[in-house]
């Protein structure tokens, strides 16, 4: 199966990628090379194998919700990408 | 008394504890040698000052019980480091300054030990040669046009040019043995679980581990008995008692059953590396364990598993980085442009491309042809590991399948850039522990590593090993000190 120039636009979306021409053409390459590669996956018969996603396979842990950390609001705000005191800063969503 | 930054860590430590070296000359002795140094491109961020200070309050006030008084110890810039920038060698957190400190870190301050600075490393740890770094190349210091391996790189190239007595790395895929084969160095990856990955920048949660990179094995079991914790800020920290690694630490593997896995001698193998593994199985009966021919039948299908199931977690990992709250941003018409120009202009190509492929597998559609496969092979990959270990106490292996390439060799191929972890990737896939140690140098005089592969949480047993075999090896590399200024 090949990924053509119309499904990696379609994944740079889903990635929230923004690719222009050039680019998009280099991964078309890129990608299809490595899925080629990939497809040896599908010499092995897994019908019955169950999936395994971790490898500590326990129980989660349970805790109390408790706040243990001091109000760090501004050492927080000082990290964000537009200068304001107060808020995190974003382009107008609500017309 | 020899040169400071020639003592091995566990040296450097037992020089202090008896007040031979002052916590303020072996500070000052690393941070003149970083700063002559800068041609091998390895700090991302330099704490010199604020070490130098610290190292005087520990002078001031010791306190020589502690594991690691007053050692300075530069370390891989994925650590989240209270108030030092914190970067993951991407241009996306070039500005981050954490507002937290990782759990592996502060095990290491708690004992004593002082923050020299942050080590360069691939963008978010996805590379195997340090090439895709925001920062440019690390050089490594056994030749200029060597790459020091990735994605630890920069910590492999500073701790082989004495630039930290030890230092520490992450390994999802080989990060942590790679660069350490790659450089003569000691490297080892614990059992998934044994080190908090709190605080650690994340790349692929369910493979991600943090551990020492040493110079010698004594060094790696000392360092990781500091790092290894329980941890009930990470939801996969496993609750187990840690042993005393370093003081448990014994030439004494008599009897114990190492296997052979047939599978590894793969296709266009050097002869050198043939070689290599012929001599550390004869170290190994010379210290009285048994060889076994073992096989792990589905090795050639852990690579194209992990890159389904790396690149999965890391586009969910990394859907965090949107410009909003931290990091940087780009300026868009609104906000999903915002998004999409932020993330295109802030990662690399390496990280798009994995992002890419993450998104694509767990796409609709798509997502149980590839992620749901790969989760079913990675279990038929642990059950080899899980039925071998009926039989065998540990594992040998090459540790890469070649030394170390030069800079530029393999960036326009990234498939034949995977296929340098080929001998290191299942280990992570089975959550397993392994140590690379040097174990000779091939016919251009670059080193060579042998990987140790052991039972889960079985750490002990594989530093034992790791131990007898260095003692054997007996590895030397000639250092020449071209890369430093005057």
Known sequence: MSIDLKTVKHISKLSRISLDDEKAKKLETDLNSIFKWIEQLNELETENIEPLS????????????????????????????????????????VE | MSNIIDLTLSELVSNIKNKKISSNEATSAYVERSKKSKNLNAYNEEAFDIALKKANDFDSKPDFNKKLPGIPIAVKDLFCTRNIKTTASSKILNNFIPTYESTVTQNLWNEGSILLGKLNCDEFAMGSSNETSYFGNVISPIDKDLVPGGSSGGSASALAAKLTPATIGTDTGGSIRQPASFTGTVGLKPTYGSCSRYGIVAFASSLDQAGPMTRNVKDSALLLEVMSSFDNKDSTSVDFKRPMYSKDLSKDIKGKKIGIPKEYRVEGMSEEIEKLWEDGKKYLKDCGAEIIDISLPHTKFALPTYYIVAPAEASSNLARYDGVKYGFRTVGDNLIDMYEKTRSAGFGDEVKRRIMIGTYVLSSGYYDAYYLKAQKVRRLIKNDFSNTFQKVDAILTPSTPSSAFKIGEKSND??????????????????????????????????????????????QNILNIAYSMEDKINFKFNLKEWWMNE
């Open chain 1, 54 to 93: 971790s490898i500590v396979e326990t129980k989660l842990r349970l805790r109390k919700d408790e706040i243990k950390s001091k109000n760090i609001r501004e050492e927080i705000l000082k990290n964000s990408p537009d200068e304001n005191k107060d808020f995190f800063v974003v382009p107008k969503v």
């Open chain 2, 414 to 459: 990234p498939v034949s850039m995977y296929l340098n972890d080929i001998f290191t990737v299942p280990v992570n896939l089975a959550g397993l522990p392994g140590i690379s140690i040097p174990a000779g140098l091939d016919k251009k005089g670059y080193p060579l590593g042998l990987q140790i592969i052991g039972k889960s949480f079985d750490e």
